[in-house]
């Protein structure tokens, strides 16, 4: 009976020995698989601060475009009808009665006649320049209106076509008509 004794206790010890590694697997298994959460929590947190980054660039990239559209579309609202007001003050130049025509071109020939030997004009404006100056008639001008003066050698030349004022004025004044139009 002394074998049995012996087996027996051999078994009691391998069982305890066995409990005990068992034990520690667990314990060692429930730390991994805690760690693993824990891996699993912290990037799940990182993908999803990541997502959150890339979705506040996404939202900021959309958000520009379309304010960079939106002045874009404004912008091009505005030359247009900027181009619009310019056309019109073309035709209104275009439509104005010959006697104030007559009246404007009397003033520029007054004011710079002494700065030239000859003048051009537009076909239309021909007949009232050569009759209010005396300077020699050199040709016709494609222009809406005004005068061209030249000096005798022909090396200066004073343009003042209405076109020219027109597109001077305009030049000079874009800002201002923006700001009164727009605010």
């Known amino acids: 009976m002394g074998l049995e004794i012996v087996v027996k206790d051999i078994q009691e010890g391998a069982r305890a020995e066995v409990s005990r590694i068992k034990a520690e697997g667990d314990a060692k298994a429930s730390e991994i698989i805690n760690e693993a959460k824990d891996i699993q929590k912290k990037m799940l947190g990182d993908s999803l601060a990541k997502s959150e980054e890339d979705l506040q660039n996404l939202h900021q990239q959309v958000i520009s475009s379309a304010n960079l559209e939106v002045k874009r579309i404004t912008l091009n609202k505005r030359k247009e009808l900027l181009d619009k007001v310019y056309s019109q003050t073309v035709e209104k130049i275009k439509s104005m009665p010959a006697s104030k025509k007559e009246e404007l071109l009397k003033i520029i020939l007054n004011k710079y006649e002494a700065s ?49 004022i027109l597109k001077d004025v305009y030049e000079r004044s874009l800002k201002q008509i923006s700001d009164i139009l727009y605010g």
């Open 116 to 164: 030239g030997a000859r003048v051009y004009s537009s076909k239309e404006s021909e007949e009232t320049v050569k009759k209010l100056t005396s300077l020699s008639y050199a040709g016709n001008i494609d222009s809406i209106g005004g005068v061209v003066l030249e000096n005798q050698d022909g090396t200066i030349r004073l343009d003042f076509t209405y076109d020219s």
